[in-house]
Protein backbone atom coordinates (compact mmCIF):
# COMPACT_ATOMS: atom_id res chain seq x y z
CA UNK A 1 0.00 0.00 0.00
CA UNK A 2 2.88 2.73 0.79
CA UNK A 3 4.35 1.41 -2.02
CA UNK A 4 1.21 2.12 -3.98
CA UNK A 5 0.55 5.16 -2.46
CA UNK A 6 4.27 6.28 -3.18
CA UNK A 7 3.69 5.75 -6.94
CA UNK A 8 0.32 7.35 -6.89
CA UNK A 9 2.34 10.63 -5.47
CA UNK A 10 4.76 10.23 -8.26
CA UNK A 11 2.83 10.18 -10.97
CA UNK A 12 0.59 13.20 -10.08
CA UNK A 13 3.77 14.86 -9.37
CA UNK A 14 4.60 14.16 -12.88
CA UNK A 15 0.79 15.13 -13.90
CA UNK A 16 1.15 18.69 -12.06
CA UNK A 17 4.27 19.35 -14.14
CA UNK A 18 2.96 19.14 -17.75
CA UNK A 19 1.13 21.95 -18.99
CA UNK A 20 -2.15 21.66 -20.07
CA UNK A 21 -1.46 20.50 -23.80
CA UNK A 22 0.88 17.44 -22.58
CA UNK A 23 -2.02 16.72 -20.25
CA UNK A 24 -4.14 16.43 -23.42
CA UNK A 25 -2.18 14.51 -25.45
CA UNK A 26 -1.68 12.45 -22.20
CA UNK A 27 -5.28 11.88 -22.14
CA UNK A 28 -5.67 10.72 -25.41
CA UNK A 29 -2.94 8.47 -25.06
CA UNK A 30 -4.95 6.42 -22.19
CA UNK A 31 -7.55 5.81 -24.68
CA UNK A 32 -5.17 3.46 -26.52
CA UNK A 33 -5.13 -0.26 -25.75
CA UNK A 34 -1.44 -1.01 -24.20
CA UNK A 35 -0.03 -2.30 -27.06
CA UNK A 36 2.31 -0.36 -29.77
CA UNK A 37 0.25 2.93 -30.14
CA UNK A 38 1.04 4.91 -34.23
CA UNK A 39 1.68 7.96 -33.44
CA UNK A 40 -0.13 8.84 -36.84
CA UNK A 41 -3.57 7.93 -34.68
CA UNK A 42 -3.08 10.53 -31.97
CA UNK A 43 -2.46 12.77 -34.10
CA UNK A 44 -5.74 12.17 -35.92
CA UNK A 45 -7.30 11.82 -32.58
CA UNK A 46 -6.36 15.76 -31.96
CA UNK A 47 -6.41 17.40 -35.64
CA UNK A 48 -6.90 20.80 -34.12
CA UNK A 49 -3.10 20.59 -32.97
CA UNK A 50 -0.35 21.09 -35.50
CA UNK A 51 1.95 17.92 -36.32
CA UNK A 52 5.28 19.62 -35.35
CA UNK A 53 3.30 21.11 -32.15
CA UNK A 54 2.12 17.58 -30.93
CA UNK A 55 5.91 15.86 -31.46
CA UNK A 56 7.57 18.31 -29.61
CA UNK A 57 4.90 17.91 -26.81
CA UNK A 58 5.42 13.98 -26.90
CA UNK A 59 9.21 14.53 -26.79
CA UNK A 60 10.19 17.49 -24.28
CA UNK A 61 7.02 16.64 -21.35
CA UNK A 62 6.78 12.75 -22.35
CA UNK A 63 9.56 11.12 -23.76
CA UNK A 64 11.51 13.69 -21.65
CA UNK A 65 9.89 12.73 -18.35
CA UNK A 66 9.70 8.82 -19.17
CA UNK A 67 6.03 9.33 -19.28
CA UNK A 68 5.75 7.33 -22.73
CA UNK A 69 8.10 5.02 -24.23
CA UNK A 70 9.19 4.42 -27.91
CA UNK A 71 9.37 1.23 -29.16
CA UNK A 72 9.51 1.23 -32.75
CA UNK A 73 9.95 3.90 -35.43
CA UNK A 74 6.53 6.34 -35.06
CA UNK A 75 5.21 3.85 -32.80
CA UNK A 76 5.20 4.40 -28.78
CA UNK A 77 3.61 2.49 -25.88
CA UNK A 78 2.20 3.56 -22.33
CA UNK A 79 3.27 1.44 -19.14
CA UNK A 80 -0.27 -0.17 -17.52
CA UNK A 81 0.24 2.26 -14.62
CA UNK A 82 0.67 5.41 -16.39
CA UNK A 83 -2.25 4.53 -18.98
CA UNK A 84 -4.31 3.78 -15.70
CA UNK A 85 -3.45 6.92 -14.38
CA UNK A 86 -4.10 9.33 -17.06
CA UNK A 87 -7.30 7.22 -17.74
CA UNK A 88 -8.47 8.62 -15.11
CA UNK A 89 -7.27 12.40 -15.28
CA UNK A 90 -9.34 11.94 -18.85
CA UNK A 91 -12.12 11.05 -16.66
CA UNK A 92 -12.29 14.11 -15.18
CA UNK A 93 -11.82 16.38 -18.31
CA UNK A 94 -15.22 18.29 -19.99
CA UNK A 95 -14.12 17.22 -23.25
CA UNK A 96 -13.58 13.33 -22.22
CA UNK A 97 -16.82 12.24 -24.20
CA UNK A 98 -15.51 14.40 -27.20
CA UNK A 99 -12.28 12.28 -27.03
CA UNK A 100 -13.56 9.23 -26.66
CA UNK A 101 -15.82 9.67 -29.82
CA UNK A 102 -12.60 11.16 -31.90
CA UNK A 103 -10.78 7.79 -30.56
CA UNK A 104 -13.38 5.66 -32.06
CA UNK A 105 -13.97 7.59 -35.42
CA UNK A 106 -9.70 6.76 -35.92
CA UNK A 107 -9.61 3.26 -35.03
CA UNK A 108 -12.52 2.38 -37.30
CA UNK A 109 -10.77 4.30 -39.91
CA UNK A 110 -7.23 3.26 -39.44
CA UNK A 111 -9.44 -0.48 -39.01
CA UNK A 112 -10.50 0.12 -42.99
CA UNK A 113 -6.96 1.24 -43.68
CA UNK A 114 -5.37 -1.64 -42.54
CA UNK A 115 -7.78 -4.17 -44.47
CA UNK A 116 -7.41 -2.09 -47.55
CA UNK A 117 -4.20 -0.84 -47.82
CA UNK A 118 -1.47 -1.66 -45.34
CA UNK A 119 1.72 -0.22 -45.28
CA UNK A 120 4.39 -2.71 -44.05
CA UNK A 121 2.46 -6.17 -43.05
CA UNK A 122 -1.36 -6.90 -42.75
CA UNK A 123 -0.74 -9.46 -40.23
CA UNK A 124 1.29 -6.79 -37.47
CA UNK A 125 -0.80 -3.82 -38.73
CA UNK A 126 -4.21 -5.63 -38.02
CA UNK A 127 -3.15 -6.85 -34.72
CA UNK A 128 -2.53 -3.62 -33.42
CA UNK A 129 -5.45 -2.24 -34.97
CA UNK A 130 -7.37 -5.34 -33.28
CA UNK A 131 -6.57 -4.24 -29.95
CA UNK A 132 -7.47 -0.76 -30.02
CA UNK A 133 -10.65 -1.46 -31.59
CA UNK A 134 -11.23 -3.96 -28.66
CA UNK A 135 -10.68 -0.92 -26.18
CA UNK A 136 -12.97 1.26 -27.77
CA UNK A 137 -15.61 -1.41 -28.31
CA UNK A 138 -15.43 -1.86 -24.53
CA UNK A 139 -16.66 1.55 -24.13
CA UNK A 140 -19.66 1.42 -26.21
CA UNK A 141 -21.95 0.60 -23.75
CA UNK A 142 -24.75 2.91 -23.60
CA UNK A 143 -28.11 2.03 -26.01
CA UNK A 144 -27.50 5.03 -28.32
CA UNK A 145 -24.63 3.70 -29.28
CA UNK A 146 -25.53 0.24 -30.84
CA UNK A 147 -24.82 0.86 -34.03
CA UNK A 148 -21.29 2.55 -33.46
CA UNK A 149 -20.50 -1.10 -31.34
CA UNK A 150 -21.91 -2.60 -34.53
CA UNK A 151 -19.35 -1.00 -36.60
CA UNK A 152 -16.65 -1.77 -34.52
CA UNK A 153 -17.63 -5.53 -33.97
CA UNK A 154 -17.97 -5.80 -38.15
CA UNK A 155 -14.07 -4.58 -38.78
CA UNK A 156 -13.32 -6.74 -35.24
CA UNK A 157 -14.67 -9.57 -37.04
CA UNK A 158 -13.13 -7.94 -40.57
CA UNK A 159 -9.90 -8.48 -39.52
CA UNK A 160 -9.78 -11.57 -37.77
CA UNK A 161 -10.90 -12.90 -41.26
CA UNK A 162 -7.95 -11.69 -43.17
CA UNK A 163 -5.62 -13.40 -40.49
CA UNK A 164 -7.54 -16.28 -40.79
CA UNK A 165 -9.01 -16.69 -37.00
CA UNK A 166 -12.26 -17.62 -38.39
CA UNK A 167 -13.57 -19.57 -35.50
CA UNK A 168 -13.21 -15.95 -33.58
CA UNK A 169 -14.54 -13.73 -36.32
CA UNK A 170 -17.63 -15.92 -36.81
CA UNK A 171 -19.51 -14.59 -33.77
CA UNK A 172 -18.94 -10.94 -34.40
CA UNK A 173 -20.26 -10.77 -37.52
CA UNK A 174 -23.49 -12.27 -36.54
CA UNK A 175 -23.32 -10.27 -33.34
CA UNK A 176 -22.98 -6.97 -35.81
CA UNK A 177 -25.44 -8.63 -38.13
CA UNK A 178 -27.89 -8.49 -35.40
CA UNK A 179 -27.57 -4.85 -34.26
CA UNK A 180 -27.77 -3.58 -37.65
CA UNK A 181 -30.59 -5.71 -38.80
CA UNK A 182 -32.80 -4.56 -35.21
CA UNK A 183 -31.40 -0.99 -35.85
CA UNK A 184 -31.27 -0.15 -39.49
CA UNK A 185 -34.22 -2.74 -41.10
CA UNK A 186 -33.40 -6.34 -42.94
CA UNK A 187 -32.47 -3.90 -46.30
CA UNK A 188 -30.07 -1.74 -45.21
CA UNK A 189 -27.26 -1.42 -47.04
CA UNK A 190 -25.26 -1.61 -43.97
CA UNK A 191 -26.89 -5.00 -43.19
CA UNK A 192 -25.85 -6.22 -46.98
CA UNK A 193 -22.02 -5.59 -46.20
CA UNK A 194 -22.49 -7.60 -43.51
CA UNK A 195 -24.29 -10.27 -45.14
CA UNK A 196 -21.53 -10.54 -47.89
CA UNK A 197 -18.54 -10.93 -45.17
CA UNK A 198 -20.20 -13.47 -43.45
CA UNK A 199 -20.91 -15.39 -46.57
CA UNK A 200 -16.88 -15.22 -47.33
CA UNK A 201 -16.22 -16.31 -44.02
CA UNK A 202 -18.86 -19.32 -44.41
CA UNK A 203 -17.23 -20.25 -47.67
CA UNK A 204 -13.89 -20.28 -47.05
CA UNK A 205 -14.80 -22.47 -44.41
CA UNK A 206 -16.49 -25.01 -46.92
CA UNK A 207 -19.93 -24.27 -45.16
CA UNK A 208 -21.68 -23.45 -48.69
CA UNK A 209 -25.17 -24.01 -48.00
CA UNK A 210 -24.78 -21.70 -45.04
CA UNK A 211 -23.38 -19.17 -47.42
CA UNK A 212 -25.76 -19.46 -50.38
CA UNK A 213 -29.02 -17.84 -48.94
CA UNK A 214 -26.73 -15.37 -47.82
CA UNK A 215 -25.09 -14.37 -50.87
CA UNK A 216 -28.53 -14.46 -52.58
CA UNK A 217 -30.21 -12.28 -50.11
CA UNK A 218 -27.31 -9.24 -50.86
CA UNK A 219 -27.36 -9.93 -54.06
CA UNK A 220 -31.13 -8.97 -54.33
CA UNK A 221 -31.22 -6.06 -51.77
CA UNK A 222 -28.36 -4.31 -53.72
CA UNK A 223 -30.00 -4.78 -57.09
CA UNK A 224 -33.41 -3.66 -55.64
CA UNK A 225 -31.86 -0.74 -53.88
CA UNK A 226 -28.84 0.21 -56.42
CA UNK A 227 -29.88 -0.65 -59.89
CA UNK A 228 -28.47 -3.87 -61.91
CA UNK A 229 -25.78 -1.74 -63.14
CA UNK A 230 -24.15 -0.70 -59.97
CA UNK A 231 -20.26 -1.73 -58.90
CA UNK A 232 -21.65 -2.70 -55.52
CA UNK A 233 -24.14 -5.42 -57.55
CA UNK A 234 -21.39 -6.68 -59.44
CA UNK A 235 -19.49 -7.32 -56.46
CA UNK A 236 -22.32 -9.22 -54.98
CA UNK A 237 -22.43 -11.04 -58.40
CA UNK A 238 -18.39 -12.08 -57.90
CA UNK A 239 -19.07 -13.33 -54.16
CA UNK A 240 -22.01 -15.82 -55.76
CA UNK A 241 -19.66 -16.46 -58.71
CA UNK A 242 -17.09 -17.85 -56.11
CA UNK A 243 -19.69 -19.82 -54.11
CA UNK A 244 -21.03 -21.49 -57.54
CA UNK A 245 -17.13 -22.04 -58.28
CA UNK A 246 -16.76 -23.65 -55.17
CA UNK A 247 -19.77 -25.73 -55.59
CA UNK A 248 -18.38 -27.15 -58.86
CA UNK A 249 -21.28 -25.26 -60.56
CA UNK A 250 -19.32 -24.04 -63.41
CA UNK A 251 -21.69 -22.71 -66.38
CA UNK A 252 -23.61 -20.64 -63.61
CA UNK A 253 -20.20 -19.09 -62.11
CA UNK A 254 -19.27 -18.33 -65.22
CA UNK A 255 -22.02 -16.40 -66.59
CA UNK A 256 -22.10 -14.55 -62.66
CA UNK A 257 -18.77 -13.70 -63.36
CA UNK A 258 -18.88 -12.61 -66.60
CA UNK A 259 -21.93 -10.47 -65.63
CA UNK A 260 -19.34 -8.98 -62.81
CA UNK A 261 -17.18 -8.01 -64.70
CA UNK A 262 -18.90 -6.39 -67.86
CA UNK A 263 -20.26 -4.07 -65.36
CA UNK A 264 -16.90 -3.26 -63.40
CA UNK A 265 -15.13 -2.74 -67.02
CA UNK A 266 -18.38 -0.39 -67.84
CA UNK A 267 -18.78 1.32 -64.61
CA UNK A 268 -15.26 1.63 -63.00
CA UNK A 269 -11.57 2.68 -64.40
CA UNK A 270 -9.82 0.48 -66.49
CA UNK A 271 -7.35 -0.03 -63.44
CA UNK A 272 -9.54 -0.30 -61.17
CA UNK A 273 -8.86 -3.06 -58.12
CA UNK A 274 -11.97 -4.44 -58.34
CA UNK A 275 -11.19 -5.68 -62.33
CA UNK A 276 -8.24 -6.88 -61.47
CA UNK A 277 -10.03 -9.09 -59.14
CA UNK A 278 -12.81 -9.82 -61.50
CA UNK A 279 -10.35 -10.83 -64.43
CA UNK A 280 -8.27 -13.27 -61.72
CA UNK A 281 -11.28 -14.65 -59.97
CA UNK A 282 -12.35 -15.40 -64.29
CA UNK A 283 -9.09 -16.35 -64.85
CA UNK A 284 -9.35 -19.37 -61.97
CA UNK A 285 -12.25 -20.83 -63.36
CA UNK A 286 -11.41 -21.15 -66.41
CA UNK A 287 -7.96 -23.10 -64.78
CA UNK A 288 -10.21 -25.79 -63.28
CA UNK A 289 -12.19 -26.09 -66.49
CA UNK A 290 -8.66 -26.76 -68.51
CA UNK A 291 -9.89 -23.82 -70.31
CA UNK A 292 -5.39 -22.80 -69.66
CA UNK A 293 -5.16 -20.27 -72.55
CA UNK A 294 -8.27 -18.24 -71.67
CA UNK A 295 -7.19 -18.44 -67.83
CA UNK A 296 -3.79 -17.49 -68.90
CA UNK A 297 -4.38 -13.97 -70.51
CA UNK A 298 -6.81 -12.49 -68.21
CA UNK A 299 -4.36 -13.86 -65.33
CA UNK A 300 -1.63 -11.63 -67.16
CA UNK A 301 -4.43 -8.86 -67.71
CA UNK A 302 -4.99 -8.49 -63.92
CA UNK A 303 -1.23 -8.47 -63.19
CA UNK A 304 -0.89 -5.84 -65.53
CA UNK A 305 -3.57 -3.82 -63.51
CA UNK A 306 -2.13 -4.90 -59.94
CA UNK A 307 1.72 -4.17 -60.76
CA UNK A 308 0.55 -0.98 -61.92
CA UNK A 309 -1.68 -0.31 -58.59
CA UNK A 310 0.44 -1.39 -55.52
CA UNK A 311 3.85 -2.87 -57.15
CA UNK A 312 5.41 -6.01 -58.31
CA UNK A 313 6.30 -6.94 -54.35
CA UNK A 314 2.53 -6.43 -53.32
CA UNK A 315 0.16 -9.21 -51.93
CA UNK A 316 -1.93 -8.18 -54.82
CA UNK A 317 0.54 -9.34 -57.05
CA UNK A 318 1.88 -12.47 -55.05
CA UNK A 319 -1.40 -13.92 -55.25
CA UNK A 320 -1.90 -13.30 -58.71
CA UNK A 321 1.16 -14.86 -59.24
CA UNK A 322 0.86 -17.87 -57.37
CA UNK A 323 -2.24 -18.40 -59.36
CA UNK A 324 -0.46 -18.14 -62.57
CA UNK A 325 1.81 -20.53 -61.37
CA UNK A 326 -0.08 -23.24 -60.49
CA UNK A 327 -1.46 -23.06 -63.81
CA UNK A 328 1.94 -23.43 -65.91
CA UNK A 329 2.54 -26.44 -63.73
CA UNK A 330 -0.31 -28.01 -64.60
CA UNK A 331 0.60 -27.49 -67.78
CA UNK A 332 4.10 -29.06 -67.27
CA UNK A 333 5.84 -26.08 -67.69
CA UNK A 334 7.62 -26.24 -64.44
CA UNK A 335 10.82 -23.52 -65.04
CA UNK A 336 7.93 -21.01 -65.06
CA UNK A 337 6.09 -22.19 -62.30
CA UNK A 338 8.68 -22.52 -59.73
CA UNK A 339 10.29 -18.81 -59.93
CA UNK A 340 6.91 -17.62 -59.29
CA UNK A 341 6.16 -19.51 -56.70
CA UNK A 342 9.54 -18.71 -54.73
CA UNK A 343 8.61 -14.88 -55.25
CA UNK A 344 4.95 -15.13 -53.98
CA UNK A 345 5.50 -17.39 -50.70
CA UNK A 346 7.58 -15.31 -48.49
CA UNK A 347 5.65 -11.86 -49.49
CA UNK A 348 2.44 -13.89 -48.70
CA UNK A 349 3.77 -15.20 -45.39
CA UNK A 350 5.27 -11.45 -44.69
CA UNK A 351 1.99 -10.48 -45.25
CA UNK A 352 -0.22 -12.61 -43.62
CA UNK A 353 1.81 -14.76 -40.66
CA UNK A 354 3.10 -17.96 -41.37
CA UNK A 355 0.62 -19.81 -40.39
CA UNK A 356 -2.09 -18.03 -42.24
CA UNK A 357 -4.59 -21.12 -44.32
CA UNK A 358 -3.76 -18.92 -47.65
CA UNK A 359 -0.02 -19.41 -46.76
CA UNK A 360 -0.68 -23.54 -46.24
CA UNK A 361 -1.98 -23.02 -50.03
CA UNK A 362 0.86 -21.81 -51.06
CA UNK A 363 2.98 -23.74 -49.69
CA UNK A 364 1.14 -27.00 -51.08
CA UNK A 365 1.46 -25.08 -54.72
CA UNK A 366 5.25 -25.06 -54.35
CA UNK A 367 4.80 -29.32 -52.85
CA UNK A 368 2.73 -30.05 -55.64
CA UNK A 369 5.79 -28.79 -58.19
CA UNK A 370 8.36 -30.44 -56.47
CA UNK A 371 6.59 -33.64 -56.33
CA UNK A 372 5.54 -33.36 -60.13
CA UNK A 373 9.21 -33.06 -61.12
CA UNK A 374 10.31 -36.24 -58.93
CA UNK A 375 11.94 -33.85 -56.26
CA UNK A 376 10.38 -35.53 -53.24
CA UNK A 377 12.81 -35.23 -50.55
CA UNK A 378 12.65 -31.10 -51.44
CA UNK A 379 8.53 -31.70 -51.49
CA UNK A 380 7.94 -33.89 -48.17
CA UNK A 381 8.74 -31.32 -45.10
CA UNK A 382 6.53 -28.49 -47.48
CA UNK A 383 3.71 -31.32 -47.14
CA UNK A 384 3.77 -31.10 -43.83
CA UNK A 385 4.46 -27.46 -43.10
CA UNK A 386 0.84 -27.05 -45.21
CA UNK A 387 -0.75 -29.97 -43.64
CA UNK A 388 0.24 -28.59 -39.41
CA UNK A 389 -0.94 -25.24 -40.51
CA UNK A 390 -4.63 -26.00 -42.08
CA UNK A 391 -5.25 -28.73 -39.15
CA UNK A 392 -4.38 -26.03 -36.59
CA UNK A 393 -6.14 -23.07 -37.90
CA UNK A 394 -9.31 -25.05 -39.98
CA UNK A 395 -9.79 -28.48 -39.71
CA UNK A 396 -9.53 -32.18 -40.89
CA UNK A 397 -12.77 -32.35 -42.64
CA UNK A 398 -12.10 -28.91 -44.77
CA UNK A 399 -11.56 -29.13 -48.39
CA UNK A 400 -8.09 -27.51 -47.99
CA UNK A 401 -6.81 -29.86 -45.72
CA UNK A 402 -8.08 -33.26 -47.40
CA UNK A 403 -6.39 -31.84 -50.58
CA UNK A 404 -3.35 -31.26 -49.01
CA UNK A 405 -3.79 -34.65 -47.30
CA UNK A 406 -4.42 -36.42 -50.72
CA UNK A 407 -1.11 -34.75 -52.43
CA UNK A 408 1.04 -35.96 -49.53
CA UNK A 409 -0.36 -39.19 -49.85
CA UNK A 410 0.10 -39.26 -53.43
CA UNK A 411 3.90 -38.23 -52.83
CA UNK A 412 4.30 -40.96 -50.12
CA UNK A 413 2.70 -44.17 -52.50
CA UNK A 414 5.47 -42.60 -55.21
CA UNK A 415 8.23 -42.67 -52.74
CA UNK A 416 7.45 -46.51 -51.31
CA UNK A 417 6.99 -47.38 -55.21
CA UNK A 418 10.41 -45.86 -55.94
CA UNK A 419 12.04 -47.83 -52.90
CA UNK A 420 12.96 -44.44 -51.39
CA UNK A 421 11.10 -44.50 -48.15
CA UNK A 422 14.61 -43.91 -46.42
CA UNK A 423 14.66 -40.58 -47.65
CA UNK A 424 11.75 -39.58 -46.08
CA UNK A 425 12.27 -37.57 -42.71
CA UNK A 426 11.22 -38.77 -38.83
CA UNK A 427 8.57 -36.30 -38.60
CA UNK A 428 5.36 -38.01 -36.60
CA UNK A 429 2.99 -36.14 -39.39
CA UNK A 430 5.12 -38.00 -42.19
CA UNK A 431 5.54 -41.70 -40.20
CA UNK A 432 2.13 -41.73 -39.31
CA UNK A 433 0.70 -41.75 -42.52
CA UNK A 434 3.29 -43.84 -44.19
CA UNK A 435 2.58 -46.36 -41.41
CA UNK A 436 -1.34 -46.33 -42.72
CA UNK A 437 -0.13 -46.59 -46.50
CA UNK A 438 1.94 -49.43 -45.53
CA UNK A 439 -1.25 -51.07 -43.57
CA UNK A 440 -3.62 -50.62 -46.20
CA UNK A 441 -5.63 -47.91 -44.69
CA UNK A 442 -7.56 -46.96 -48.09
CA UNK A 443 -8.31 -43.65 -45.94
CA UNK A 444 -5.19 -42.61 -45.10
Same mark, same amino acid.
Given at each position: ??????? %???????????? *?????? $???????????????????????????? /????? #????? =???? /??? +? #?? =?????????????????????????????????????????????????????????????? $?? *?????????????????????? @???? =????????? @???????????? =??????? +???????????????? @???????????????????????????????????????????? *?????????????????? $?????????????????? !??????????????? !?????? !??????? *? +??????????? @?????????????????????????????????? &????? %??????????????????????????????????????????????????????????????? &???????????????
Amino acid at each position: MTASLGV %AAAFELSWQALD *ESAQQV $AAVLSLFALVEIPWTLVEQCLPEVDAEE /LEEIR #DRALL =GANL /LKR +V #DQ =GMYQLHQLLREFFAAKRSQRANDSALQQRFYEVVIAEAKRVQEKPERSLIKESTVAIAHLQV $AM *ERLTRPEQALEAATCLFWLASL @YHDQ =GRYVEAEPL @YLRSLSIREQQL =GQDHLDV +VLNLGTLAKLLRVQGR @YPEAEPLCLRALAIRERKLGADAPDVAASLNDLAGLRSSQKRYP *EAETLYLQALAISEQQLE $ADDPFVATSLNNLAGLYQ !LQGRSDEAESLYNRA !LNISER !LYGEKSF *E +VAEILHNLATL @YYSQEQYSKAEPLLLFSLPIHERWLGETHPAVAI &TINSL %ANLYQLQGRYVEAEPLYVQALEILLNRLDNDHRHTQTVQQSFRLLLQKVMWARQAEQLSDHPV &TQKLLRRIQAGDTNA
